[in-house]
């Protein structure tokens, strides 16, 4: 009915189905219980042959220090946290949320190698990044 709305945009959808086939091969290559710093080195090397820009250990500036670092963000876009422990907590969610808030981005996955069943959790900054047509009924606006 209301075809020329986007009601189910999905972030960065591209770029997250790429990554999520470099997380799986690395899961694939590493297996569960390696440490988070092996997981990056191989993440490092997977990017690099899919020829996707990157910064590892990128600092975000909270509270005047850049004493906080996003394991990785991948071509500007996307900030990627690495887990190796057998839950995701809250307070990652918190951590991740925060850096997309002062880091200035629209999406961050959390990406956990110990889980069974590979599954990176997209979180997403909802501060700054509302996109009001996807709310509001534009064509409804116009009858009011």
Do not use: W
Request: charged letters at 35%; a positive charge; aromatic letters at 10%.
């Amino acid at each position: 009915m209301h075809t020329n709305l986007q009601r189910d945009k999905v972030i960065e959808k591209e770029l997250s189905y790429k990554l999520g086939g470099i997380f799986f091969e690395i899961q694939k290559e590493l297996g569960r219980f390696c440490r988070e710093r092996q997981y990056g080195d191989l993440l490092e090397v997977k990017l690099k042959e899919a020829s996707l820009s990157y910064q590892r250990e990128h600092p975000i500036e909270i509270g005047g220090r850049k004493s906080n670092f996003a394991d990785f963000v991948i071509e500007g876009r996307i900030l990627v946290d690495l887990k190796a422990k057998s839950v995701v907590d809250k307070e990652d969610y918190y951590q991740v949320k925060r850096y997309l808030e002062v880091a200035g981005k629209e999406l961050g996955l959390i990406v956990n190698f110990r889980d069974k069943y590979l599954k990176p959790k997209r979180i997403l900054n909802s501060q700054g990044f509302v996109d009001s047509d996807k709310f509001v009924d534009s064509h409804r606006l116009k009858q009011l």
